[in-house]
């Protein structure tokens, strides 16, 4: 068992500070171990979300030492023996106390996105998709809603243009709805003008911090981006569907 | 003097208490059904305990193996269960399963798919065919996903981190909820005619579990309360394979899978010892030598299954045997090895998150070493008693499903389950609410009294000058249902264990929780406890009661099943005195139940038992 410094931020919407604590560490604990620590010996009123506790279900995202991450799977070995470890809460939303944020935004922007609409199942009753067309939209869907992508894209972070970007976490959510085999309905005309595919500035910050290691930026975004191309610019695209008769929604 | 008028009110026509599988699934139905819906979650939305479910979900589609159908899948339930099942439920669970999965399809689930297209399906404990619907080994997180974005657009209500406290009753009748919001500290009253309780287990009462914070048996202790009957709670699964090293990540599910797609155990001498611990009751349909079980592997329809697919109960027994008897791994489990089984990119396919989980937390590369594991308190197979076709419990208006509700399982549960437990038996209780409140001819309404007092039970805990620290009551539970109601039990443990919790239970009349009630975690946990209290309470005095060793209850001083056990169920009431107890004679099945569940399996696939049913 080792001594251990941290500084844990604590406050609620009108302010708060860094807090230090010393506590206990044993071998093969994650930053969360030590957190629930502090809270049943030093603090109880320390306000932390948390769940699975195994990557699973993106509960405890929170900012260490400057990182978005989830507590759960931040190992303290990842960290040099005396270095201080600093948790703070999600900047990118507001604080409701401690670690805790309000992420009711992100819950709104689903809210927004038109539910999936399957064709007709086949006459024997099945829907037939074969592996290989299913294993993109697998990928997304391992999506836990952790939302440190939404806390680290600079189109929310830095500019706060909630109003004109859904994020990351919905861009893949709507590239699954766009990619998956069965659904009948046209998502870019939206995808483009009220979902903001255009501002996302390709810096894969949210590929970076993805703890489901999501292709988000390069298998979701950069798709969803070139089928608007496809659809609003690309002359050539255009000329062969005039040929062909094919109107498309705009 | 408290004024009841100053408290928020919501009122619905049902409240669905609980967002999980059974949740969603019971809140969609209610609302397909015209009612006013509202739901309430300890936690965001998405996050409950489903999200944990790994290996999939059992229903007898036969994509896979064509022989499979209901029949064999009710009497594989049956059998698991150790015949403690109630039969009707264990056949509407085999019988709907499968249009319950191809709903979550028709919802915008991603299964991984057969070679034709259709949805795959994995072997599992105690399953004979392939059976389980699975998306790799995050099945879970697909299930509630899958629900979660299909119920936003059915005009259900979601009131997130918002924790029950109190059924409230109008006569004998629901009449609504007492319940607060973690983020603000205040209280709210659902006022309406039914309550779906879909609240999970209790299996934070132990140190060792695989389950997360929110499992603190509220549905269960709430239920209680309000004079609900529970049943069979004595059924506590211990979950075979959890990680058993570094300590912090002690009892974190590995899946069912991992053994279903070729892994098996070993103990510290390399002796794959399954083989030394199959019951007669399995001898039949289990491969008894290693050459026979490869062969299974490799996809011999003809061998039988490996017996490292035995049912839960008898493999979390063989391992604490093996690590008794001084044959365990150095931290105190036995080996699970599918890296000299399976090739990397199979194993890293089929298992991403295992492979995810071992690497991160534990340094350990499961497609090259072998993981260590360990029993770990995982599921309750008993709850709250209910009826098996409308899931209403023994108070009118009152309904319950998943875990929370007793039935399904009998005495072990097989492993996927779980989740079609959730969607079949979510949608019946929102069938069975929806008759009973179109039944009703005028809304039950609450008194004053009830709520303005189980205001002030929960308030004291802030208001008290000092006080007993909640957390600390938590690791002395813990210690307790550990030492005295664990994997193997007996009557002298379990008499001290109900002795103890009646101490515990002093201790917790004056816990304290410092800090305002704002998002005030210590809050939380005081509360939670008086749930816990109840919950361990019920589940300690029914394991003395049952003097048999039957699926995952096993007791040293009685050993063995009886035949007359088999008859009864325990069933737990609150009393004018205190908690009552009950041996109460279980319903016989109907005689084509009992028939199939009795069959021979060649003479259930030939038709020869059953050949009638359709």
Sequence with gaps: MAKRSFKVWRGDASGGEFKSFEVDVDPGMVVLDVLHRIQSRQANDLALRWNCKAGKCGSCSMEINGKPRLACMTRMNSFGDDETITTQPLKTFPVIKDLVTDVSWNYKQNQRIAKFKPRPREADGTHRMYQEDVDRVQEFRKCIECYLCQDVCHVIRDRGAKDEFVGPRFMIRLASLEMHPLDTDDRIPEIRKEFGSGLCNITRCCTEVCPEHIGITDNGIIPLKERVVDRYFDPVAGLLRKVRGITVRK | MLDVSEIQTIEHDVMVIGAGGAGLRAAIQCSALGLDTGVISKSLL????????????????????????????FR??????????VWRMAELHARQAPDRVRELEEWGAVFDRTKEGLISQRNFGGHRYPRLAHVGDRTGLELIRSLQDHGIHQGIKFHMECSGLELLKDGGRIAGVLAYWRET??????????????????????PITSNSWEYTGDGIAMAYDAGAELMDLEFTQFHPTGMVWPLSVRGILVTEGVRGDGGILKNNKGERFMFNYISERFAPETADTVEEANRWLEGDKTARRPPELLTRDEVARAITAEVKAGRGSPHGGVFLDIASRRPADFIRRKLPSMYHQFKELAEVDITKEPMEVGPTLHYFMGGIRVDADSQETTVPGLFAAGECAAGLHGANRLGGTSLSDLIVFGKLAGDGAGTYVKGLSETPRASDEQITAAVRRATDILKREKGSNPYLLHEKLEGIMSARVGIVRNKDDLSAGVDELEALKAEAVDMKAPGASQYNPGWHEALSMRSLLITSEAVTRAALMREESRGAHTRTDFPGE??????????????????????????????????????KIEDLESGKVGGDLT
Aim: hydrophobic share 40%; net charge positive; aromatic share 8%.
């Design chain 2, 46 to 73: 998405g996050k409950a305990h489903t999200v944990m479910a790994e290996g999939g979900m059992a229903a007898a589609m036969g994509n896979v193996d064509k022989r499979d159908n209901w029949k064999v899948h």
């Design chain 2, 76 to 85: 594989d339930t049956m059998r698991g269960g150790k015949f403690l099942n």
């Design chain 2, 185 to 206: 500290g205040r209280f709210v009253i659902y006022r309406c005619k039914a309550v779906i309780l879909c609240t999970g287990g209790g299996g934070k009462a132990w």
């Design chain 2, 562 to 599: 009886s035949p007359e056990w088999v008859k009864y169920n325990v069933i737990i009431k609150k009393g004018a005195s205190g908690m009552e107890v009950e041996k109460r004679p279980k319903p016989e099945g109907p005689a084509h139940l009992v028939a199939l569940a009795n069959a």
